[in-house]
């Protein structure tokens, strides 16, 4: 294995351009690009595997959502196989996955959400009005927009207009949501 | 999540025109589901719970849509949050 490749000054560029293109989906980040951005004097044809190594190793741990004890584990199998990765590698995956694994997991969680997601909320309350050439009085309404969407797609706004009765049968079945969370929460 | 906080309470004692500047649509119905994601093909280890919420809403014309979206936990208790703000200015107006 080429020397630069054992180093570990570059991984860590390395591993950010994995990140930006197996999780967060940032487009044009090639294998040439990495190797001539980062390691410029090894060759195509030995960059090739070594690329395919760190992708594996950052993949696997993504996938497993791996915890610190586990993330040791494994790092310390991977330098005692054959062909595997040096403890100084270890030490630079692990930190990168130490502060990378909560926006690489919110990427997974995304990628995995095919329904729309709620973008944003907001609202108003109107209040009591009155006409003078109608006797009727306008009970309070709330005007309430959301703001969904599919992953990558244009947002839709929807707009809900709520009397005190509507949005009090709302908080009734959003307490209903709140104490299935807290059963599911619950420790077994 | 983003979300912003508007609030205008008015008052007027001039007719108030039924138009409003963006169509609004009634409440017909709420439903809710608490899901748990556990696995896909690009995290074998996702094991996070979601809200997922189906709306059935009417337009003026009365015409029934359909509409559903995802959120996360703490999305949720933002949405709850917020709604409970609205409960509390809305019983005062």
Known sequence: ?188 | MVGSLNRVMEESGEPQLDAKSKVTNQLIDFQWKLGMAVSSDSCRSLKYPYVAVMLKVADHSGQVKNKSFEMTIPQFQNFYRQFKEIAAIIETV
């Open chain 1, 1 to 188: 294995m080429a020397a630069e490749l054992e180093g570990s000054k570059s991984l860590s560029g390395l591993l950010s351009g994995l990140a930006q293109d197996t999780f967060y989906g940032h487009p044009g980040i090639t294998e040439e690009l990495l190797r001539s951005q980062l390691y410029p004097e090894v060759s195509p044809e030995e960059f090739r595997p070594f690329l395919a190594k760190m992708k594996g190793i950052l993949k696997s741990i993504a996938s497993a959502d791996m915890d610190f004890n586990q993330l040791e584990a494994f790092l310390t199998a991977q330098t005692k196989k054959q062909g595997g990765i040096t403890p100084e590698q270890a030490a630079v995956i692990s930190r990168f996955w130490k502060s990378h694994k909560t926006k690489i997991r919110e990427s997974l969680m995304n990628q995995s959400r095919w329904d729309s997601g709620l973008r944003g909320l907001s609202w108003r309350v109107d209040g009591k009005s009155q006409s003078r050439h109608s006797p009727q009085i306008h009970t309070p309404v709330a005007i309430m927009e959301l703001e969904i969407g599919k992953s990558g797609q244009e947002s839709e706004f929807l707009c809900l207009e709520f009397d005190e009765l509507k949005v009090n049968q709302v908080l009734k079945k959003l307490s209903e949501v709140e104490e299935s969370i807290s059963t599911l929460m619950q420790p077994a």
